[in-house]
């Protein structure tokens, strides 16, 4: 029997992209954002660092090593960084609507305007590692130039940042009613289920179902995401 992830949230193994440094000599993955899901990043060994930008306060780089935590909100840029074999468990809000779609990585203004090579370039990923850094550093070609309005013109990065944004929303505009059953299913339920029991405290304690469960990580199967290899907890099994 199997059982949902406590508090409906999505969870995932990464070991960030090490395998070669991108064209800006960086060892990361891609650049991406989404609308819709918050995330969280806890450092399980190695050392690093994540990349963000947001409308409000622009770019920021944080350092994660071993029993660091960061989180933040949907409409975040951000890009993971591996300085020494960084292993980080990343948690997601909302069931983890990333892996549904709510994902878009950052390529630039001018791939933004092909949908058919913004989809050749996402899917380099299941092709194998090569084509997972091939995509990588088509990504950090742009997420360079994007840097350097940062540091030259801030107008302009703040404009660039919000075109992108913009594009995901539009683009992800179709899967309202995916990520409504999703959320439905994942965070409502569990509220639901906690106003259920707190309602409940007045009345007669009877036998408490068991709901012990669990995954072993090291048993799941590696795929090739834009931050790195990662291993998703979809489903515990009941224990």
Request: net charge negative.
């Amino acid at each position: 029997m199997n059982a949902p992830l406590l508090g409906g949230i999505g969870l995932t193994h990464l070991s960030v992209y090490q395998d070669q440094a991108g064209p800006d000599g960086v060892h990361a993955g891609c650049a991406h954002i989404h609308a819709l899901t918050p995330e969280a990043y806890f450092g399980v060994s190695g050392e690093g660092a994540i990349e963000l930008h947001d409308l409000q306060t622009g770019f920021r780089r944080l350092p994660i090593s071993k029993g660091t935590f960061i989180q933040f909100q949907p409409g975040t840029l951000h890009r993971s960084v591996s300085t020494n074999h960084l292993e980080v468990l990343a948690i997601m809000g909302n069931g983890g609507l990333a892996e549904r779609g709510d994902a878009r990585i950052y390529f630039g203004k001018d791939v933004d305007a092909n949908p058919d090579a913004y989809e050749r370039l996402r899917g380099l990923g299941q092709t194998g590692i090569q084509g997972a850094m091939a995509r990588r550093d088509v990504s950090a070609l742009a997420y360079r130039n994007l840097m350097a309005l940062w540091h030259g013109d801030p107008a302009a990065y703040f404009a660039e940042l919000k075109r992108f944004m913009t594009v995901h929303n539009r683009a992800i505009a179709d899967k309202v009613e995916a990520f409504k059953s999703a959320i439905d299913a994942g965070p409502v339920a569990v509220g639901e289920r906690a106003l259920a029991a707190l309602a409940g405290l007045q009345t007669e304690i009877g036998p408490t179902p068991s709901h012990v469960a669990g995954a072993d990580v090291q048993g799941i199967e590696v795929t090739l995401g834009m931050c790195g290899r990662l291993r998703q907890i979809e489903q515990l099994k009941t224990l």
